[in-house]
């Protein structure tokens, strides 16, 4: 199986600043078919995870533009500027590129 | 609105059965894929099963094959997971999830315990 390997594990941050969560991958991501599935999500207290990038650098409906995706291959990065306290919570990096899917470990952005 | 709501979970015995369901509504459940995603209590995210549109095809890991069966109803715009000889180490909430991600329920809980 692929593993997803993410760090850190914990991440303190201040409201306003900058956060940024990195996802490596034990193989390429890139399918046979050119697309790289790799995804990003936010899971709050209490909820289930939602999604904010897909395809590595997508933002899905609704996710404001102070989260960006980016990255390649093997090494994968989440970026959030301007935190604020609706983004506090579990970030997990997911592939499904190959079989079967696999989610790295997770990352909590919480407060400095 | 897209909503995925989850039924059927609670405490069962280890080596017993425990049949979860997902009832779809807001898009033409017939046209996706489905998954179930679980979560043991305070770790992380771990995929479980994956059904094709007619039910014809279905995906597991390792851990959990040959003792779940996901299966669905289009018909109904359902989805099940039948978990048999359940494990300790099955204990979590269970996600029903449409396969491309984007869309999650909220999550019903699995105790294994004597």
């Known amino acids: 199986d692929v593993v997803m390997t993410q760090t850190p594990v914990s991440l303190p941050v201040s409201l306003g600043g900058q956060a940024s969560i990195s996802c490596r991958s034990s193989?390429?991501?890139?399918?046979?078919?050119?697309?790289?599935?790799l995804h990003w999500y936010l899971q709050k207290p209490g909820q289930s995870p939602q999604l904010l990038i897909y395809?590595?650098?997508n933002r899905f409906s609704g996710v404001p533009d102070r989260f960006s995706g980016s990255g390649s291959g093997t090494d994968f990065t989440l970026k959030i500027s301007r935190v604020e306290p609706e983004d506090l919570g579990d970030y997990y990096c997911l592939q499904s590129t190959h079989f079967p899917d696999t989610f790295g470990a997770g990352t909590k952005l919480e407060l400095k | 609105e897209v909503q995925l709501v989850e039924s059927g979970g609670g405490l069962v015995q280890p080596g017993r059965s425990l049949k979860l369901s997902c009832a779809a509504s807001g898009f033409t459940f017939s046209n996706y894929y489905m998954a179930w995603v679980r979560q043991a209590p305070k770790k992380g995210l771990e995929w479980v099963a994956t059904i094709s549109t007619s039910g014809s095809r279905t995906y597991y890991p390792d851990s959990v094959k040959g003792r779940f069966t996901i299966s669905r109803d289009n018909a109904k715009s359902s989805l099940y997971l039948q978990m048999n000889s359940l494990k300790s180490e099955d204990t979590a909430t269970y996600y029903c999830a449409r396969n491309s991600g984007d869309y999650w329920g909220q999550g019903v809980m699995v105790t294994v315990s004597s």
């Open positions: 193989q390429s991501l890139v399918h046979s078919n050119g697309n790289t599935y």
């Open positions: 395809r590595v650098s």
